[in-house]
């Protein structure tokens, strides 16, 4: 299971004078969900196209199973690609979309037939099987893409923001689709993204990049719970920056003093130093009213946002604004007004503190 | 109109919309200055032509109107002393000659023009522009002043054998006056006619497309033949029409290259209406002309909404 399917060893690229990749380095493990998660323009894509074999780096290595790849073109690598657009071959039906990479391979003739049966009804499109991508809808052509892509039984498979050309509902249903498809088919799934959602709802892991380095690698809860920096915390979910001072910090806790004048212990990374840094409290965190805990301190409702399920205040004390947001848990939930005072506060364990 | 769109005042424009009067036709009258223009220029020409090629051949040139398919049997056959007819293969072999001419021509331009096409296609935007307007830049000068460029290029003392020279060929060498020298200038002539519309579907490629190619393990060969020429195909074959159909009537290139010792079909049917006055036979020849490029196209059109409709 920890065996690595990819190995990214010191990579880098520039375009001109760009710099889009730093000297990259990291493992993905055989088996698992990795996402790419970044703003556009952090690398990302680029990076995908490297393990493809459309690009190649400046410098460094890149091995797949052990094997370094750098030199080896596209059709020798044992990778697949699902792209953004699809890329399905206008002037071929699905069936001889998905068995092309099976032909080229040298598979012999009733063992493509029966691929290419067993990879349409997989992904629900047996019925379409005589027609060509133009009579399909996005949902359906996203489909066939995974199939082909799936059919040849890549060492890897990689996906390029595959379901950015997709509907809000549709992209939800695909989401667990393609999980269920990583599950079943065990093949290693490298996913690029800029949807953090997308990426907490489905990795086993994410590396956060952000301009052309790794920010952070870890699972969903360790990137949106334990972010190392502002910018994984800022990017990955909402939250709220609250300038604090650093009393004492030994052991992965500090102890700070936070603008609503409370002292808390609160965890941080290795690194913290006494003095200003910064705390990172998610919205959803911040308790309000009867829900507040003991150290909760008075603070101003500015505004607020009713948003049916939830509701999100923007609040202010002691001359510092932050978000909280509260679940409307009963028909009575939303009350607080706005320009009136409530108790807001928030658990130390939901805290931390950031460098930089 | 509906029962339901009469609750309000009734008018007596319903009934006049519904069957307009012949002068409140506006689409035929908008369409008529290009009805007769077809008519005129395109119509008319080709109904004369074929109207002198069944009239009689007049005693001192010219025709006279009538029917009389001599024009055609001339084509074949030689008519004896006494009238019985002998099958003669002068005219057919200068058919075959020129289809084959313009067949090499279209092949070659193909060759040429796809890597070019592919190249420029491959060019930022801005260099694009600049080398497909160079491509457009042999029609600013006449046809028949760049076919005499060729001459000097390829004759004694010409550029060409100068340069062979200078590696060794003998000396007085010439490369005018035969088929190749014919099929240089033909391709030189109607190469842009072949590279701008190859190069207007390979840009239209999509990239992503190779790409996919050869990440499902397609190499160069596979991604040429079964990508790129498929999705390029209809580019080719406008190119191949445009250069193939005006090869079969050119009568500039095989005269001056290949000094007139070739008849081309072209040539024929110039040399019937001029020197050897028989309109008749040459409107002939150039019906036939017609047909074939008819049969041509319409074969290419049919292949075409055949794959659009399995599409």
């Known amino acids: ?356 | 109109m509906t029962d339901s769109a009469h609750h309000g005042p009734v008018t007596a424009t319903a009934p006049r919309a519904r069957a307009p009067g012949f002068w409140h036709n506006l689409a035929f009258w908008g369409l008529l200055p290009s009805w007769l223009l077809m008519g005129v220029a395109l119509l008319l020409p080709i109904l004369i032509i074929a109207a002198v090629s069944v009239a009689t051949r007049g005693a001192y040139g010219g025709f006279e109107w009538g029917f009389d398919l001599s024009g055609y049997r001339q084509i074949l056959f030689n008519e004896g002393w006494t009238g019985e007819l002998e099958f003669t293969p002068q005219y057919l072999v200068i058919i075959l000659r020129t289809l084959a001419l313009a067949g090499v021509t279209t092949l070659i331009c193909l060759a040429v023009a796809v890597p070019v096409a592919y190249h420029i296609a491959c060019q930022p935007p801005r260099l694009k522009a600049a080398l497909v307007y160079l491509i457009t830049l042999p029609f600013w000068v006449s046809m028949i002043l760049r076919v005499y460029a060729w001459m000097i290029i390829l004759g004694r003392d010409g550029p060409l054998p100068r340069f062979l020279e200078f590696f060794g060929a003998h000396a007085g060498l010439s490369f005018m006056y035969n088929d190749g020298a014919t099929l240089a200038a033909m391709v030189y002539t109607y190469m842009p006619l072949m590279v701008l519309p190859v190069f207007a579907s390979i840009e239209k490629l999509d990239g992503t497309l190779i790409e996919a190619a050869h990440d499902l393990y397609g190499n160069r060969w596979v991604t040429l033949r079964r990508v790129i020429l498929p999705l390029t195909a209809p580019g080719l074959i406008s190119g191949a029409i445009l250069v193939f159909v005006p090869s079969l009537g050119a009568v500039l290139e095989p005269s001056l290259m290949g000094g007139g010792k070739q008849m081309m079909m072209g040539s024929l049917i110039q040399l019937q209406f001029s020197g050897g006055r028989n309109w008749p036979f040459g409107a002939a020849i150039a019906m036939t002309l017609l047909v074939f490029v008819m049969i041509v196209l319409l074969l290419i059109a049919r292949r075409a909404t055949a794959k659009e409709s399995t599409a």
Not at chain 1, 172 to 200: C, P, S, W
Not at chain 1, 256 to 273: D, E, K, M
């Open chain 1, 1 to 356: 299971m920890n065996q690595k399917a990819v190995e990214v060893i010191g990579v880098s690229k520039n375009f001109g004078s760009y710099q889009a990749l730093k000297s990259i380095s990291f493992d993905i493990r055989s088996n698992e969900f990795f996402t790419m998660l970044g703003p556009s323009g952090c690398g990302k894509t680029t990076l995908l196209r490297m393990l493809a074999g459309f690009e190649s780096p400046d410098t460094g290595s890149i091995l797949l199973n052990g094997r370094e790849v750098v030199e080896i073109p596209p059709h020798k690598r044992r990778v697949n690609t699902v792209f953004q657009s699809y890329a399905l071959f206008p002037h071929m039906t699905l069936e001889q979309n998905v068995a092309f990479g099976l032909e080229n391979l040298g598979w012999q003739r009733s063992r493509i037939r029966s691929r290419v049966g067993e990879m349409l009804e997989r992904v629900h499109m047996s019925q379409f099987a005589t027609r060509k991508p133009a009579q399909l809808s996005g949902g359906q052509r996203q489909r066939v893409a995974l199939a082909r892509a799936l059919a040849p039984e890549p060492e890897v498979l990689l996906l390029d923001e595959p379901l950015s050309a997709l509907d809000l509902k549709l992209r939800q249903a695909m989401r667990d689709e393609l999980r269920m498809l990583q599950r079943d088919t065990g093949i290693t799934f490298v996913f690029v993204t800029h949807d953090q959602e997308e990426a907490l709802d489905m990795s086993d892991r994410i590396a956060v990049l952000g301009g052309g380095e790794v920010q952070q690698i870890g699972t969903p809860t360790e990137i949106y719970e334990e972010p190392v920096n502002r910018f994984v915390a800022d990017f990955v979910g909402e939250t709220n920056f609250l300038p604090v001072e650093v009393l004492e910090a030994a052991g992965g806790m500090a102890t700070v003093r936070t603008p609503f004048g409370q002292l808390i212990r609160v965890s941080a990374p290795a690194g913290v130093t006494k003095g200003a840094a910064t705390l990172s409290v998610r919205p959803e965190k911040i308790n309000l009213g009867d829900q507040a805990p003991a150290t909760a301190f008075p603070a101003q409702v500015v505004n607020k946002n009713y948003m049916g399920g939830y509701t999100h205040y923007l609040l202010s004390a002691n001359g510092t604004e932050f978000r909280a947001s509260r679940r409307n848990a009963s028909r009575e939930g939303d009350t607080i007004p706005v320009g009136g005072t409530i108790a807001a506060g928030f658990a130390e364990t939901s805290a931390r503190v950031l460098l930089a």
